[in-house]
């Protein structure tokens, strides 16, 4: 069973927090679908991810090559990515649900804590998949390191 990191984004830009969880999840062997609401916004986020540094190659794509079921790192709108992936990162307030998160190694939402409809988003999301009784843990940059603020 998985449990749901909720990352509240303060001071660094989505992006970095992205390439950091990105990097943790390729490194436990975990495929990976990010999951956005916006194509544009991950559009965006595909074409900052390959601006990245030289020394953190983010291997990844946009769902609807070819290719889906190979990449390491699917950036898609749809609830099911088709790279079978053990980790799904919630991004623009994607939807993610208890059966998510107990089927699959761990579930990330990330949002930004300077958007209300985000901050609310999220706040919503940890609700419901605490009353379903899923694992949750919130965590929080706002001293300006990671830390782990709450957990159910």
């Known amino acids: ?12 830009p989505l992006v ?3 390439r950091m969880l990105l990097d943790r999840s ?14 544009a916004g991950l559009e965006a986020l595909d074409r900052a991810l390959w601006l990245g540094p030289d020394e953190g190659f983010l291997p990844h794509g ?8 190979a ?9 099911a990515a088709a790279n079978s992936p ?8 994607a939807e993610v649900t208890a059966q998510e998160v107990a089927a699959l190694e761990r579930v990330c939402v990330l949002f930004d804590g300077d958007d209300d409809l985000a901050l609310n988003r999220a706040r919503d999301q940890w609700k419901l998949l605490k009353e379903a009784g899923a694992a949750a ?14 957990e159910t």
């Not at 946009?62 to 079921?69: E, I």
């Not at 053990?86 to 307030?93: D, F, L, T, Y």
């Open 1 to 12: 069973m998985g449990a749901a990191y909720f990352y509240h984004l303060t001071r660094r």
């Open 137 to 150: 843990q919130y965590w929080s940059e706002e001293s300006g390191r990671w830390e782990k603020k709450a």
């Open 16 to 18: 970095d927090t992205l």
């Open 86 to 93: 053990a980790c799904v990162i919630s991004v623009q307030g």
């Open 71 to 79: 990449q390491p790192v699917l950036l898609t709108t749809a609830a």
């Open 26 to 39: 390729l490194a436990q062997g975990w495929r990976v679908a990010v999951r956005g609401t916006d194509a």
């Open 62 to 69: 946009m769902a609807g090559g070819p290719h889906d079921a």
